[in-house]
Protein backbone atom coordinates (compact mmCIF):
# COMPACT_ATOMS: atom_id res chain seq x y z
CA UNK A 1 0.00 0.00 0.00
CA UNK A 2 3.16 2.40 0.75
CA UNK A 3 4.27 1.78 -2.71
CA UNK A 4 1.16 2.36 -4.06
CA UNK A 5 1.39 5.88 -2.22
CA UNK A 6 4.70 6.81 -3.35
CA UNK A 7 4.07 5.99 -6.92
CA UNK A 8 0.90 8.19 -6.88
CA UNK A 9 3.85 11.34 -5.65
CA UNK A 10 2.18 10.90 -2.21
CA UNK A 11 4.78 12.72 0.16
CA UNK A 12 3.23 13.36 3.55
CA UNK A 13 0.23 11.27 4.76
CA UNK A 14 -1.76 12.74 7.72
CA UNK A 15 -3.04 10.05 10.44
CA UNK A 16 -3.42 8.79 13.58
CA UNK A 17 -2.74 4.59 13.87
CA UNK A 18 -5.34 1.74 15.54
CA UNK A 19 -6.00 -1.74 15.70
CA UNK A 20 -7.30 -2.23 11.96
CA UNK A 21 -4.70 -0.42 10.19
CA UNK A 22 -1.49 -1.33 12.49
CA UNK A 23 -0.28 -3.54 9.19
CA UNK A 24 0.48 -0.10 7.98
CA UNK A 25 1.94 1.81 10.33
CA UNK A 26 4.29 -1.38 10.65
CA UNK A 27 5.29 -1.16 7.38
CA UNK A 28 5.87 2.87 7.66
CA UNK A 29 8.62 1.92 10.80
CA UNK A 30 10.73 1.61 8.11
CA UNK A 31 9.62 2.71 5.20
CA UNK A 32 11.69 5.48 3.64
CA UNK A 33 9.95 8.38 1.26
CA UNK A 34 6.85 9.28 3.19
CA UNK A 35 6.21 12.10 5.57
CA UNK A 36 3.91 10.85 8.38
CA UNK A 37 2.25 13.79 10.50
CA UNK A 38 0.30 12.19 13.57
CA UNK A 39 -2.61 14.55 14.58
CA UNK A 40 -4.38 14.51 17.48
CA UNK A 41 -8.07 14.05 16.36
CA UNK A 42 -9.21 12.11 12.97
CA UNK A 43 -11.19 14.89 11.76
CA UNK A 44 -8.02 17.30 11.94
CA UNK A 45 -6.38 14.26 9.18
CA UNK A 46 -9.15 15.00 7.10
CA UNK A 47 -9.11 18.79 6.93
CA UNK A 48 -5.17 19.06 7.19
CA UNK A 49 -5.31 16.79 3.38
CA UNK A 50 -7.81 19.28 2.52
CA UNK A 51 -5.52 22.20 3.14
CA UNK A 52 -2.85 20.39 1.53
CA UNK A 53 -4.54 20.00 -1.69
CA UNK A 54 -6.42 23.28 -2.06
CA UNK A 55 -2.88 25.15 -1.98
CA UNK A 56 -0.32 22.52 -3.68
CA UNK A 57 -2.87 21.50 -6.48
CA UNK A 58 -2.21 18.01 -5.05
CA UNK A 59 -4.17 15.12 -3.71
CA UNK A 60 -4.26 15.44 -0.05
CA UNK A 61 -3.67 12.01 1.54
CA UNK A 62 -4.98 10.88 5.26
CA UNK A 63 -5.06 7.40 7.07
CA UNK A 64 -7.02 6.68 10.34
CA UNK A 65 -8.27 3.31 11.67
CA UNK A 66 -11.80 1.84 11.91
CA UNK A 67 -14.70 2.47 13.61
CA UNK A 68 -14.81 6.00 15.97
CA UNK A 69 -11.68 7.26 13.88
CA UNK A 70 -13.65 6.47 10.54
CA UNK A 71 -16.79 8.48 12.07
CA UNK A 72 -14.76 11.25 13.09
CA UNK A 73 -13.58 11.46 9.99
CA UNK A 74 -17.21 12.21 8.40
CA UNK A 75 -17.12 15.90 8.44
CA UNK A 76 -13.71 16.22 7.04
CA UNK A 77 -15.54 14.32 4.33
CA UNK A 78 -18.74 16.01 3.42
CA UNK A 79 -16.62 19.89 3.71
CA UNK A 80 -14.21 18.54 0.83
CA UNK A 81 -17.15 16.88 -0.72
CA UNK A 82 -19.23 20.68 -0.74
CA UNK A 83 -15.82 22.28 -1.57
CA UNK A 84 -14.65 19.77 -4.56
CA UNK A 85 -11.14 19.13 -2.44
CA UNK A 86 -9.21 16.21 -4.17
CA UNK A 87 -8.66 14.12 -0.93
CA UNK A 88 -8.07 10.31 -0.63
CA UNK A 89 -9.17 8.99 2.72
CA UNK A 90 -7.93 5.23 4.06
CA UNK A 91 -9.77 4.09 6.85
CA UNK A 92 -9.04 0.65 8.27
CA UNK A 93 -11.89 -2.06 8.84
CA UNK A 94 -12.21 -5.50 10.72
CA UNK A 95 -11.55 -8.27 9.36
CA UNK A 96 -13.78 -9.12 6.08
CA UNK A 97 -15.47 -12.44 8.24
CA UNK A 98 -16.42 -10.25 10.54
CA UNK A 99 -17.92 -7.79 8.60
CA UNK A 100 -21.79 -7.36 9.86
CA UNK A 101 -21.48 -8.93 13.11
CA UNK A 102 -20.86 -5.70 15.49
CA UNK A 103 -16.97 -6.22 16.09
CA UNK A 104 -15.68 -4.49 17.79
CA UNK A 105 -14.73 -1.12 16.56
CA UNK A 106 -16.77 -1.66 13.67
CA UNK A 107 -19.03 0.72 11.85
CA UNK A 108 -20.69 0.77 7.99
CA UNK A 109 -17.83 2.62 6.66
CA UNK A 110 -18.65 2.68 3.24
CA UNK A 111 -22.41 2.98 3.65
CA UNK A 112 -21.33 5.86 5.98
CA UNK A 113 -19.31 7.69 3.72
CA UNK A 114 -21.45 7.16 0.45
CA UNK A 115 -22.88 9.98 0.52
CA UNK A 116 -20.19 12.44 1.82
CA UNK A 117 -17.60 11.13 -0.86
CA UNK A 118 -17.41 11.57 -4.43
CA UNK A 119 -16.91 7.74 -4.85
CA UNK A 120 -15.49 5.10 -2.33
CA UNK A 121 -13.96 1.68 -2.15
CA UNK A 122 -14.05 -1.55 -0.10
CA UNK A 123 -11.23 -3.61 -0.55
CA UNK A 124 -11.90 -7.52 -0.63
CA UNK A 125 -8.06 -8.68 -1.43
CA UNK A 126 -4.84 -7.68 -1.92
CA UNK A 127 -4.67 -7.93 -5.66
CA UNK A 128 -7.15 -5.19 -5.65
CA UNK A 129 -5.09 -2.50 -3.88
CA UNK A 130 -3.04 -1.15 -6.65
CA UNK A 131 -5.93 -0.83 -9.13
CA UNK A 132 -8.05 0.48 -6.56
CA UNK A 133 -5.64 2.94 -5.21
CA UNK A 134 -5.14 4.30 -9.00
CA UNK A 135 -9.01 4.69 -9.57
CA UNK A 136 -8.91 6.48 -5.80
CA UNK A 137 -6.32 8.91 -6.74
CA UNK A 138 -7.72 9.21 -10.54
CA UNK A 139 -11.15 9.60 -9.96
CA UNK A 140 -10.40 12.52 -6.63
CA UNK A 141 -8.56 14.86 -8.91
CA UNK A 142 -10.21 14.55 -12.51
CA UNK A 143 -13.33 15.99 -13.21
CA UNK A 144 -14.80 17.76 -10.34
CA UNK A 145 -12.66 16.78 -7.97
CA UNK A 146 -13.73 15.81 -4.94
CA UNK A 147 -12.96 13.09 -1.57
CA UNK A 148 -12.51 9.14 -2.32
CA UNK A 149 -13.00 7.17 0.03
CA UNK A 150 -10.87 3.39 0.61
CA UNK A 151 -11.60 1.09 3.98
CA UNK A 152 -9.18 -1.67 3.93
CA UNK A 153 -9.85 -4.58 6.03
CA UNK A 154 -7.36 -5.79 8.22
CA UNK A 155 -7.27 -9.04 7.17
CA UNK A 156 -6.30 -7.89 3.64
CA UNK A 157 -3.77 -5.65 5.64
CA UNK A 158 -1.98 -9.14 6.65
CA UNK A 159 -1.97 -11.32 3.44
CA UNK A 160 0.80 -11.62 0.58
CA UNK A 161 -0.21 -10.45 -2.22
CA UNK A 162 1.14 -9.31 -5.52
CA UNK A 163 1.41 -5.64 -6.16
CA UNK A 164 -0.96 -4.90 -9.23
CA UNK A 165 -0.03 -1.34 -10.75
CA UNK A 166 -2.01 -0.87 -13.88
CA UNK A 167 -0.22 2.00 -16.71
CA UNK A 168 -3.42 3.75 -17.18
CA UNK A 169 -6.65 4.09 -15.53
CA UNK A 170 -9.63 3.35 -18.22
CA UNK A 171 -13.10 3.69 -16.37
CA UNK A 172 -16.35 3.13 -18.27
CA UNK A 173 -18.38 4.96 -16.62
CA UNK A 174 -16.65 7.82 -15.43
CA UNK A 175 -15.04 10.51 -18.30
CA UNK A 176 -15.80 13.90 -17.20
CA UNK A 177 -16.06 16.08 -20.57
CA UNK A 178 -13.12 18.43 -20.48
CA UNK A 179 -13.82 20.32 -23.77
CA UNK A 180 -16.55 22.73 -23.68
CA UNK A 181 -18.96 22.23 -26.95
CA UNK A 182 -17.65 24.65 -29.66
CA UNK A 183 -21.22 26.09 -30.71
CA UNK A 184 -22.14 26.90 -27.37
CA UNK A 185 -18.54 28.46 -26.80
CA UNK A 186 -19.48 30.83 -29.67
CA UNK A 187 -22.56 31.75 -28.93
CA UNK A 188 -21.34 32.89 -25.05
CA UNK A 189 -18.61 34.77 -26.90
CA UNK A 190 -21.34 36.97 -29.12
CA UNK A 191 -23.29 37.05 -26.35
CA UNK A 192 -20.94 38.62 -24.19
CA UNK A 193 -19.42 41.18 -26.76
CA UNK A 194 -23.36 42.24 -27.46
CA UNK A 195 -23.66 43.10 -23.36
CA UNK A 196 -24.63 46.26 -22.06
CA UNK A 197 -24.62 45.36 -18.96
CA UNK A 198 -22.25 42.14 -18.28
CA UNK A 199 -20.67 40.63 -14.97
CA UNK A 200 -18.35 37.83 -14.75
CA UNK A 201 -19.15 35.39 -11.91
CA UNK A 202 -16.37 32.98 -10.76
CA UNK A 203 -16.49 30.68 -8.48
CA UNK A 204 -13.94 28.12 -7.02
CA UNK A 205 -13.58 26.02 -9.94
CA UNK A 206 -11.74 28.70 -11.55
CA UNK A 207 -8.78 27.72 -8.90
CA UNK A 208 -9.03 23.92 -8.63
CA UNK A 209 -8.31 24.48 -12.69
CA UNK A 210 -5.55 26.77 -12.32
CA UNK A 211 -7.56 28.84 -14.77
CA UNK A 212 -7.05 32.14 -13.30
CA UNK A 213 -4.65 33.10 -16.18
CA UNK A 214 -6.95 32.28 -18.81
CA UNK A 215 -9.82 34.92 -16.50
CA UNK A 216 -7.25 37.77 -16.20
CA UNK A 217 -6.58 37.85 -19.97
CA UNK A 218 -10.71 37.42 -20.62
CA UNK A 219 -11.68 39.83 -18.16
CA UNK A 220 -9.42 42.63 -19.60
CA UNK A 221 -9.94 41.51 -23.31
CA UNK A 222 -13.82 42.24 -22.57
CA UNK A 223 -13.28 44.79 -20.14
CA UNK A 224 -15.99 42.84 -18.05
CA UNK A 225 -15.82 43.24 -14.39
CA UNK A 226 -15.70 40.25 -12.08
CA UNK A 227 -17.08 39.07 -8.81
CA UNK A 228 -15.71 36.17 -6.77
CA UNK A 229 -17.57 33.50 -4.50
CA UNK A 230 -16.16 32.87 -0.77
CA UNK A 231 -14.61 29.82 -2.80
CA UNK A 232 -13.43 31.66 -5.51
CA UNK A 233 -11.33 34.56 -3.71
CA UNK A 234 -7.70 34.25 -5.36
CA UNK A 235 -9.11 33.73 -8.95
CA UNK A 236 -8.85 37.25 -9.86
CA UNK A 237 -6.94 40.60 -7.82
CA UNK A 238 -8.89 42.18 -5.43
CA UNK A 239 -7.55 45.66 -6.11
CA UNK A 240 -7.94 45.01 -10.19
CA UNK A 241 -10.00 48.16 -11.23
CA UNK A 242 -12.17 45.29 -12.74
CA UNK A 243 -12.65 43.45 -9.17
CA UNK A 244 -16.33 43.62 -7.71
CA UNK A 245 -14.23 41.29 -4.69
CA UNK A 246 -16.95 39.09 -3.14
CA UNK A 247 -21.07 38.88 -3.94
CA UNK A 248 -23.79 37.37 -2.19
CA UNK A 249 -25.08 37.00 2.00
CA UNK A 250 -21.90 39.32 2.84
CA UNK A 251 -20.66 40.40 -0.50
CA UNK A 252 -20.01 44.19 -1.48
CA UNK A 253 -22.75 46.11 -2.43
CA UNK A 254 -21.43 47.18 -5.79
CA UNK A 255 -21.13 43.02 -6.55
CA UNK A 256 -24.80 42.30 -5.55
CA UNK A 257 -26.27 45.55 -7.23
CA UNK A 258 -23.95 44.85 -10.95
CA UNK A 259 -24.93 40.92 -10.55
CA UNK A 260 -28.91 42.26 -9.79
CA UNK A 261 -28.83 44.50 -12.95
CA UNK A 262 -26.87 42.31 -15.45
CA UNK A 263 -27.97 41.54 -18.39
CA UNK A 264 -25.48 39.05 -18.98
CA UNK A 265 -24.12 36.82 -16.33
CA UNK A 266 -21.02 34.64 -17.04
CA UNK A 267 -20.99 32.15 -13.96
CA UNK A 268 -17.34 30.09 -14.37
CA UNK A 269 -16.89 27.17 -11.84
CA UNK A 270 -19.57 28.57 -9.81
CA UNK A 271 -22.41 26.55 -8.87
CA UNK A 272 -25.06 29.23 -7.54
CA UNK A 273 -25.33 28.66 -4.11
CA UNK A 274 -28.02 29.77 -1.66
CA UNK A 275 -25.53 32.21 -0.09
CA UNK A 276 -24.27 33.75 -3.31
CA UNK A 277 -28.56 33.86 -5.42
CA UNK A 278 -30.44 34.88 -1.86
CA UNK A 279 -33.74 34.75 -2.74
CA UNK A 280 -33.32 33.11 -6.61
CA UNK A 281 -36.69 34.57 -7.91
CA UNK A 282 -34.73 37.83 -7.15
CA UNK A 283 -31.43 36.62 -8.91
CA UNK A 284 -30.35 38.38 -11.87
CA UNK A 285 -33.58 38.69 -12.84
CA UNK A 286 -32.80 40.34 -16.37
CA UNK A 287 -30.09 38.12 -17.47
CA UNK A 288 -29.28 35.91 -20.36
CA UNK A 289 -26.75 33.46 -17.75
CA UNK A 290 -24.01 31.26 -19.15
CA UNK A 291 -22.69 28.77 -17.34
CA UNK A 292 -19.10 27.17 -17.54
CA UNK A 293 -18.81 24.39 -15.17
CA UNK A 294 -17.60 20.60 -15.61
CA UNK A 295 -19.61 19.64 -13.78
CA UNK A 296 -23.09 18.73 -15.54
CA UNK A 297 -25.22 18.38 -12.22
CA UNK A 298 -24.60 21.73 -11.57
CA UNK A 299 -26.36 23.26 -14.29
CA UNK A 300 -29.28 24.25 -13.95
CA UNK A 301 -29.34 22.87 -10.45
CA UNK A 302 -30.58 26.01 -8.61
CA UNK A 303 -31.26 28.60 -11.41
CA UNK A 304 -32.11 28.05 -14.94
CA UNK A 305 -29.55 29.26 -17.31
CA UNK A 306 -29.39 30.06 -21.00
CA UNK A 307 -25.95 28.61 -22.30
CA UNK A 308 -24.44 25.75 -20.63
CA UNK A 309 -20.40 24.88 -21.16
CA UNK A 310 -19.73 21.70 -19.74
CA UNK A 311 -16.07 21.39 -19.55
CA UNK A 312 -12.90 22.09 -17.59
CA UNK A 313 -12.79 26.21 -17.01
CA UNK A 314 -9.05 25.90 -18.21
CA UNK A 315 -10.08 24.91 -21.52
CA UNK A 316 -13.30 26.71 -21.92
CA UNK A 317 -11.70 29.51 -21.33
CA UNK A 318 -8.99 29.25 -23.76
CA UNK A 319 -11.93 28.59 -26.38
CA UNK A 320 -13.97 31.22 -25.81
CA UNK A 321 -11.13 33.37 -25.66
CA UNK A 322 -9.60 32.34 -29.43
CA UNK A 323 -14.30 32.47 -30.23
CA UNK A 324 -13.98 36.33 -28.86
CA UNK A 325 -10.91 37.21 -30.89
CA UNK A 326 -12.51 36.34 -34.15
CA UNK A 327 -15.86 38.21 -33.40
CA UNK A 328 -14.20 41.22 -32.37
CA UNK A 329 -12.87 41.32 -35.29
CA UNK A 330 -15.94 41.41 -37.06
CA UNK A 331 -16.23 44.65 -35.08
CA UNK A 332 -18.77 45.01 -31.97
CA UNK A 333 -22.07 46.63 -32.32
CA UNK A 334 -21.46 50.16 -31.52
CA UNK A 335 -24.52 50.91 -29.01
CA UNK A 336 -22.94 48.22 -26.96
CA UNK A 337 -19.80 49.57 -26.69
CA UNK A 338 -22.06 53.15 -25.59
CA UNK A 339 -24.29 51.34 -23.27
CA UNK A 340 -20.83 49.62 -22.04
CA UNK A 341 -19.09 53.29 -20.83
CA UNK A 342 -22.65 53.49 -18.98
CA UNK A 343 -22.24 50.54 -17.32
CA UNK A 344 -18.59 51.55 -16.03
CA UNK A 345 -19.65 54.51 -14.75
CA UNK A 346 -23.30 53.10 -13.12
CA UNK A 347 -20.65 50.35 -11.16
CA UNK A 348 -18.16 53.17 -10.14
CA UNK A 349 -20.84 55.37 -8.83
CA UNK A 350 -22.01 52.47 -6.53
CA UNK A 351 -19.03 51.53 -5.08
CA UNK A 352 -18.14 55.37 -4.27
CA UNK A 353 -21.92 54.91 -2.52
CA UNK A 354 -21.18 52.29 -0.27
CA UNK A 355 -17.78 51.14 -0.04
CA UNK A 356 -16.42 48.43 1.97
CA UNK A 357 -16.33 50.65 5.89
CA UNK A 358 -16.49 50.54 9.74
CA UNK A 359 -16.26 53.09 11.66
CA UNK A 360 -12.65 53.36 14.00
CA UNK A 361 -12.71 53.40 17.82
CA UNK A 362 -9.49 54.81 19.61
CA UNK A 363 -10.27 51.84 22.92
CA UNK A 364 -11.72 48.39 21.43
CA UNK A 365 -9.99 46.79 17.95
CA UNK A 366 -12.45 46.26 15.35
CA UNK A 367 -11.90 43.32 13.82
CA UNK A 368 -11.88 44.82 10.28
CA UNK A 369 -8.66 46.61 11.43
CA UNK A 370 -6.98 43.32 12.01
CA UNK A 371 -7.71 42.02 8.80
CA UNK A 372 -6.71 45.17 6.75
CA UNK A 373 -3.16 44.89 9.14
CA UNK A 374 -2.87 41.18 8.58
CA UNK A 375 -3.72 41.88 4.53
CA UNK A 376 -0.52 44.89 4.94
CA UNK A 377 1.66 43.16 7.07
CA UNK A 378 2.16 40.09 4.47
CA UNK A 379 1.22 42.06 1.59
CA UNK A 380 -1.37 39.65 0.22
CA UNK A 381 1.12 36.88 0.01
CA UNK A 382 0.49 34.85 3.00
CA UNK A 383 -1.50 31.83 2.92
CA UNK A 384 -4.55 32.23 4.65
CA UNK A 385 -6.97 29.85 6.60
CA UNK A 386 -10.13 30.83 8.16
CA UNK A 387 -12.53 29.12 10.95
CA UNK A 388 -16.09 29.67 10.39
CA UNK A 389 -18.25 32.92 11.38
CA UNK A 390 -17.94 36.35 11.19
CA UNK A 391 -14.01 36.38 10.87
CA UNK A 392 -14.58 34.30 8.29
CA UNK A 393 -16.48 37.07 6.28
CA UNK A 394 -13.87 40.14 7.45
CA UNK A 395 -11.53 38.37 6.76
CA UNK A 396 -13.19 37.63 3.31
CA UNK A 397 -14.06 41.31 2.68
CA UNK A 398 -10.97 42.73 3.52
CA UNK A 399 -8.11 41.04 2.83
CA UNK A 400 -6.29 41.62 -0.37
CA UNK A 401 -5.97 38.31 -2.48
CA UNK A 402 -3.39 38.31 -5.02
CA UNK A 403 -3.15 34.75 -5.95
CA UNK A 404 -5.25 31.31 -6.50
CA UNK A 405 -4.22 28.62 -3.95
CA UNK A 406 -3.81 30.63 -1.07
CA UNK A 407 -6.86 30.75 0.58
CA UNK A 408 -8.62 28.22 2.22
CA UNK A 409 -12.27 28.33 3.96
CA UNK A 410 -14.82 25.82 4.68
CA UNK A 411 -17.06 27.65 2.31
CA UNK A 412 -20.37 24.59 1.43
CA UNK A 413 -20.17 23.25 4.86
CA UNK A 414 -19.60 26.16 7.20
CA UNK A 415 -17.86 23.50 9.52
CA UNK A 416 -16.17 25.23 12.52
CA UNK A 417 -12.61 23.88 13.72
CA UNK A 418 -11.58 23.79 10.65
CA UNK A 419 -9.15 26.43 10.25
CA UNK A 420 -5.95 25.08 12.80
CA UNK A 421 -5.89 21.28 11.29
CA UNK A 422 -6.22 22.72 7.56
CA UNK A 423 -3.25 25.24 8.03
CA UNK A 424 -1.73 22.53 9.32
CA UNK A 425 -1.73 20.68 6.43
CA UNK A 426 -1.17 24.17 4.44
CA UNK A 427 1.98 24.31 6.35
CA UNK A 428 3.12 21.22 5.79
CA UNK A 429 2.78 21.23 2.27
CA UNK A 430 4.30 25.01 1.56
CA UNK A 431 7.57 25.12 3.61
CA UNK A 432 9.12 28.41 4.45
CA UNK A 433 5.71 30.11 3.46
CA UNK A 434 4.01 32.32 5.66
CA UNK A 435 0.40 30.24 6.83
CA UNK A 436 -2.23 32.78 9.07
CA UNK A 437 -5.01 31.04 10.60
CA UNK A 438 -7.71 33.56 11.06
CA UNK A 439 -9.33 31.76 13.75
CA UNK A 440 -12.78 32.88 16.05
CA UNK A 441 -12.74 31.79 20.03
CA UNK A 442 -15.66 29.49 19.18
CA UNK A 443 -14.01 27.92 16.32
CA UNK A 444 -10.75 27.77 17.28
CA UNK A 445 -11.23 25.71 20.45
CA UNK A 446 -13.18 23.18 18.67
CA UNK A 447 -9.88 21.99 17.32
CA UNK A 448 -7.45 23.68 19.35
CA UNK A 449 -5.60 19.90 20.18
CA UNK A 450 -3.82 20.31 16.94
CA UNK A 451 -1.32 22.99 18.61
CA UNK A 452 0.39 19.58 19.73
CA UNK A 453 0.44 18.38 15.94
CA UNK A 454 2.32 21.71 14.95
CA UNK A 455 4.26 21.83 17.98
CA UNK A 456 5.67 18.34 17.24
CA UNK A 457 6.24 18.51 13.81
CA UNK A 458 7.31 22.06 13.87
CA UNK A 459 4.25 23.59 11.45
CA UNK A 460 4.94 27.44 12.25
CA UNK A 461 1.33 28.32 11.80
CA UNK A 462 0.43 31.78 12.96
CA UNK A 463 -3.00 31.50 14.55
CA UNK A 464 -4.72 35.04 15.19
CA UNK A 465 -7.85 34.60 17.05
CA UNK A 466 -10.44 37.03 16.75
CA UNK A 467 -11.56 36.86 20.29
CA UNK A 468 -15.16 38.48 20.72
CA UNK A 469 -16.10 36.31 23.34
CA UNK A 470 -18.67 34.55 21.79
CA UNK A 471 -20.16 32.98 18.52
CA UNK A 472 -20.28 36.41 16.99
CA UNK A 473 -22.01 35.45 13.74
CA UNK A 474 -24.88 33.93 16.56
CA UNK A 475 -24.97 37.16 17.95
CA UNK A 476 -25.34 38.83 14.53
CA UNK A 477 -28.60 36.77 13.72
CA UNK A 478 -29.79 36.74 17.27
CA UNK A 479 -29.65 40.58 17.25
CA UNK A 480 -30.65 41.29 13.99
CA UNK A 481 -33.03 38.23 13.19
CA UNK A 482 -34.11 37.69 16.66
CA UNK A 483 -34.42 41.14 18.13
CA UNK A 484 -31.64 40.92 20.54
CA UNK A 485 -33.19 37.74 22.55
CA UNK A 486 -29.61 35.84 22.95
CA UNK A 487 -29.40 32.88 23.52
CA UNK A 488 -26.28 30.42 24.23
CA UNK A 489 -23.68 32.98 22.51
CA UNK A 490 -21.22 33.38 25.53
CA UNK A 491 -17.55 32.15 25.52
CA UNK A 492 -16.63 34.63 28.28
CA UNK A 493 -14.96 31.16 30.24
CA UNK A 494 -12.51 30.31 27.19
CA UNK A 495 -9.28 29.10 28.41
CA UNK A 496 -6.63 32.16 28.77
CA UNK A 497 -5.21 31.77 24.62
CA UNK A 498 -1.83 32.85 25.81
CA UNK A 499 -1.11 30.32 28.20
CA UNK A 500 -2.93 27.39 26.38
CA UNK A 501 -0.72 28.20 23.18
CA UNK A 502 2.38 28.32 25.84
CA UNK A 503 1.07 24.80 27.38
CA UNK A 504 1.72 23.39 23.91
CA UNK A 505 5.01 25.03 23.50
CA UNK A 506 4.17 27.26 21.05
CA UNK A 507 4.05 31.00 21.64
CA UNK A 508 1.36 33.03 22.83
CA UNK A 509 0.71 36.93 22.24
CA UNK A 510 -2.09 38.99 23.03
CA UNK A 511 -3.37 42.80 21.81
CA UNK A 512 -6.27 44.44 23.79
CA UNK A 513 -5.91 47.79 22.47
CA UNK A 514 -5.77 48.81 18.54
CA UNK A 515 -2.52 50.16 19.10
CA UNK A 516 -1.33 46.59 20.17
CA UNK A 517 -2.41 44.81 16.63
CA UNK A 518 0.41 45.79 14.53
CA UNK A 519 3.35 44.69 16.85
CA UNK A 520 1.87 41.60 18.39
CA UNK A 521 1.46 40.37 14.40
CA UNK A 522 4.49 41.63 13.48
CA UNK A 523 5.83 39.26 16.58
CA UNK A 524 3.71 36.47 15.87
CA UNK A 525 4.97 36.74 11.95
CA UNK A 526 8.55 36.86 12.74
CA UNK A 527 8.73 34.79 15.50
CA UNK A 528 9.82 30.72 14.15
CA UNK A 529 7.16 28.23 14.75
CA UNK A 530 3.59 28.22 15.57
CA UNK A 531 2.30 31.28 17.34
CA UNK A 532 -1.00 31.92 18.80
CA UNK A 533 -2.34 35.92 19.31
CA UNK A 534 -5.39 36.30 20.98
CA UNK A 535 -7.21 40.05 19.42
CA UNK A 536 -9.47 40.65 21.91
CA UNK A 537 -12.13 42.77 19.82
CA UNK A 538 -15.02 44.64 20.13
CA UNK A 539 -17.67 41.66 20.32
CA UNK A 540 -20.70 44.26 19.36
CA UNK A 541 -19.10 44.87 15.74
CA UNK A 542 -21.14 43.16 13.03
CA UNK A 543 -20.72 41.83 9.51
CA UNK A 544 -22.27 44.24 6.54
CA UNK A 545 -23.09 44.25 4.36
CA UNK A 546 -25.69 41.60 4.62
CA UNK A 547 -28.86 40.06 3.21
CA UNK A 548 -30.90 38.04 5.39
CA UNK A 549 -30.91 34.73 4.51
CA UNK A 550 -33.97 33.58 2.19
CA UNK A 551 -33.94 37.55 1.12
CA UNK A 552 -33.40 39.16 -2.63
CA UNK A 553 -29.64 40.54 -3.09
CA UNK A 554 -31.13 43.91 -3.24
CA UNK A 555 -32.47 43.92 0.54
CA UNK A 556 -28.71 44.02 1.55
CA UNK A 557 -28.61 45.80 5.32
CA UNK A 558 -25.89 48.30 4.68
CA UNK A 559 -24.90 49.20 7.99
CA UNK A 560 -26.97 50.11 11.00
CA UNK A 561 -24.88 51.75 14.14
CA UNK A 562 -28.22 52.93 15.53
CA UNK A 563 -29.79 49.29 15.85
CA UNK A 564 -26.30 48.27 17.26
CA UNK A 565 -25.85 51.11 19.60
CA UNK A 566 -29.65 49.88 20.69
CA UNK A 567 -28.79 46.59 21.15
CA UNK A 568 -25.23 47.69 23.37
CA UNK A 569 -27.44 49.59 25.43
CA UNK A 570 -29.95 46.46 26.28
CA UNK A 571 -27.56 44.46 26.90
CA UNK A 572 -25.64 46.68 29.46
CA UNK A 573 -28.86 47.07 31.32
CA UNK A 574 -29.54 43.38 31.57
CA UNK A 575 -26.24 42.45 32.23
CA UNK A 576 -25.71 40.41 29.97
C1 LIG B 1 -19.45 22.65 13.69
C2 LIG B 1 -20.35 23.84 13.67
N1 LIG B 1 -21.23 24.03 14.69
C3 LIG B 1 -22.05 25.11 14.68
C4 LIG B 1 -22.03 26.01 13.65
C5 LIG B 1 -23.00 27.20 13.64
N2 LIG B 1 -22.22 28.45 13.73
C6 LIG B 1 -21.92 29.20 12.66
S1 LIG B 1 -20.97 30.53 13.00
C7 LIG B 1 -21.00 30.16 14.65
C8 LIG B 1 -20.25 31.02 15.64
C9 LIG B 1 -18.80 31.08 15.36
O1 LIG B 1 -18.13 31.66 16.43
P1 LIG B 1 -16.59 32.02 16.34
O2 LIG B 1 -15.81 30.89 15.81
O3 LIG B 1 -16.15 32.57 17.64
O4 LIG B 1 -16.57 33.12 15.20
P2 LIG B 1 -17.19 34.60 15.19
O5 LIG B 1 -18.50 34.50 14.49
O6 LIG B 1 -17.31 35.06 16.61
O7 LIG B 1 -16.19 35.39 14.39
C10 LIG B 1 -21.74 29.00 14.90
C11 LIG B 1 -21.99 28.43 16.24
C12 LIG B 1 -21.10 25.75 12.62
N3 LIG B 1 -21.00 26.54 11.55
N4 LIG B 1 -20.26 24.68 12.66
Redesign the pocket.
Same mark, same amino acid.
Request: aromatic share 4%.
Given at each position: MLECLKREGVDTVFGLPGGAVLPIYDALYDFEGLRHILVRQEAAAGHAAEGYARTTGKVGVCLVTSGPAATNLVTALQDAMMDSIPIVAFTGQVPTHLIGNDAFQEADNVGITRPCTKHNFLVKDGKDLGPIIREAFHIAATGRPGPVHVDLPKDVLVKEAELVWPEKVQMRSYNPNYDGHPGQIKKAARLMLRARRPVLYVGGGVISADANAELLELAELTQIPVTTTLMGLGAFPSEHPLSLEMLGMHGTYYANMAVHHADVLVAVGARFDDRVTGKVESFAPNAEIIHIDIDPSSISKNIQVHVPIVGDCRRVLRGLLDALREEIRDEVPSVAREARKQWAAQIAEWRAKFPLRYDWDDELIKPQYVMQEISNLTRGEALIVT @?? @????MWAAQYYKFKHPRAWCTSGGL??? @?YGLPTAMGVAAGNPGKLVVNI =?? =? !???V?NSQELATCFSHALPVKTVI?N?G !?? @???RQWQGIIYKGRFCAID?EKSPDFVKLAEAYGCVGVRATRPSEVVPALEKAFSTPGPVVVDVCVDKWEYVFPMVPAGGANTDMILENPSQVAKEKAARSQTGF
Open positions: @GV @GQHQGTM @G =DG =D !GSFMIN !GH @GMVL
